[in-house]
């Protein structure tokens, strides 16, 4: 004759012991399949539990009102030789791995039998399973048995760990996912790994090296463009003594205007870039400082009460430096729209001598270039020329504290036959107040 | 809540034909059916009940970590699951072990995933359409919203051929009616008129929160809002079911665009295993409930056609056997190897998933083994 117990089963998604609160069935008791068998009583729930073996009752394992732990044999039934003892006892492999992963997470948290889910016991249901060599308590302190690191393992090499968003990202830039470094769990590539790799690649995106060229010297006619601006910087450099002076300045919140403009509907359709501010900005220097925006005749001084607003543009003809004609009139919307046009014409090669005749002061967006600053030369028959240099976010120190701030240098070079080094100054100061401070443009 | 003067209902819980100017429209769908079919409903109901009662049983004795009971919606299901064609496309919620059956899974298949080891497991595509079940509440109204707008783009609706014509059903409870997935769904289906019919089973509880407290209107009147027509019935008939869906599935079918059924019916047993219902249930309810029982009803009608005691018993026997089938299977299943999980997180092979695999390989064979 046949004995199988019925272990104390999780009647609810993860009960670890209940109470047995009412036999219904005795030792010697007849019981078939589904038979109810005893009451018992969980954190959740009264429940009945049905029989699952058909047969007589040896014994009951637990008296009425004692809790058991999940797992724990709770009545012993025997064939009787009529029914087939169907033995389904809880499945043991099944069982003892739910208890081992219990007993791992009661390790770690110092609290042996404390158990999440399922069968998991200190008693009983848990040491059916095979141990760790050592016995120890977690099998991750078994380290001479257990050659694989606790961690979830990084991928192997060939492999490349990402999320879709950040797959897509990768190809909308152009990235090879192989070639990135990855710094997520795991060896994951994150979104700004693929942004890192994507940046090194557009400054390094020139750095093909052309082979020497053939010939040992390669001769370059003087004509055109190259030859007018030759004989410009010559007549300028060696005719007007140039002084150039500096100052660094924060322009974030050049930055945030430029941002508001965009984002506002007035200036939808046109583009708004710091080079907008700088061009107002030294609109509204130039009537403080007029001397500025004059031409040297060596007999007089011409000093120009309208602003002919010179843009330094490379273009496929090489240096042209066309020009905003009467710029102190136009609003601030149409001046973008008007030093758009002009960099559009300019960069189409479309530029014509009208637009580059009559300037009467200059700026040069070196910036534009990744260039901090520069000494430029002034543009024959003008007596200032200014250099916006390239705005980063660099550490600046506000009110005695270190703050990343949006920073540039504003250069600018001045004919000294005309302008002195105070005038010059006040010059450079007003711009640089404009640029920090663009509520400036209200006065 | 009970029936209302809109319940359309076919079979009275006595068990007699109810004619009326609301089952005018249906009954002629009744009528077609031949008495094998009527059989075939019965057959379906009792041996579904016997097989989900020796699943909780299973769970009452450790050998699945939950049941989820469709103790009393089996006339609901059976009715509208027959309403289906072969080529419609079945989206279940978790409850429709039946209908599941009628198309042709294996009841172990459910078992296996609710033992918790599988997680469906079986292939829509082999099982004539029926989808997988759907844990998560609604989800499935997207789902076969989805699938539904893709048979439209197919061009596989409204072709003039109503035996090609293909629709999609979608089953939830009135839990799943007070979520945004099915919300959305009823916008998209309205929007696209797309060939689907939404059979909501209003078994009135969302575990132990009642429908009561979660819709102030009827819920057939929900749907109208968003331009799909409603219609309820009573969901423990299972000819209403049969006809209505049918009817519906066939305007869904012909172009008509979305249908939804709310079909009162009731929850007899708990949500699942996990909960007490007797917490939170009123006993006059189950009563009311209880009279109106689909299986008790269909058996009266179906005597008073004159089928004899033969069948019931065979049917009875039907039930038993497949209980026992299931039992004895369930007892062999075992556990399935650790590496099983691994092998469809992808379709195809996949580095993090070997390199996982390898891990837990040699992490098992650290053990020694066994002790005893």
Redesign the interface.
Known sequence: MATSDFPLPDVGEGLTEAEIVHWKVKAGDTVTVNQILVEIETAKSLVELPSPFAGTVSALLVEEGQTVEVGTPIISVSSNGEFELTAPAVDEEMTGAIADTARTVAAAEEKPGAVLVGYGSSGHGGSRRRRPAEAAPAPAATPTKTPPPSSVPAAAASSIIAKPPIRKLAKDLGVDLATVSPTGLAGEITRDDVIRQASQASVFRNIQTPEWGTEREERIPVKGVRKAIATAMVQSAFSAPHVSIFTDIDATRTMEFVKRLKNSPDFAGVRVSPLLIMAKALIWAVRRNPTVNSSWTDKEIVVHHYVNLGIAAATPRGLLVPNVKDAQSLSLRELASALEQLTLTARDGKTQPAEMAGGTITITNIGSYGMDTGTPIINPGEAAIVALGSIKQKPWVVDGQVLPRFVTTVGASFDHRIVDGDVASRFVADLASVLEEPALLLD | MSYTAATVQLLSPEGSLVTSDASAEYLPYVEKLSDEQLREFHRQMVVIRRFDI?AA?L?????L??WIPSLGQEAAQVGSGFAARPHDHIFPAYREHVIARIRGVDPIKIIEMLRGISHGGWDPAENNNFHLYTLVIGSQALHATGYAMGIQLDGLTATGNPDADEAVIVYFGDGATSQGDVSEAFVFAASYQTPQVFFLQNNHWAISVPVSRQSRTPLYLRSSGFGIPGVQIDGNDVLASYAVTSANLDAARGGEGPRFIEALTYRMGAHT????P??YRDADDLDFWSHADPITRFETYLRSRGEGDAFFAEVATEGDDLASDV??R??EL??PP?SKMFEHVYSDP???M???R??LE??EA???????
Not at chain 2, 59 to 63: A, C, F, K, S
Not at chain 2, 273 to 276: N, W
Not at chain 2, 366 to 372: I, N
């Open positions: 020796e049983n769970q009452r004795q450790g050998q970590a939950l295993t996990s909960d007490d007797t917490k039992r004895k369930t007892l075992g556990s650790a996949h580095p993090l070997d390199s996982q390898a891990w040699g992490y650290a053990f020694e083994g066994g002790e005893e």
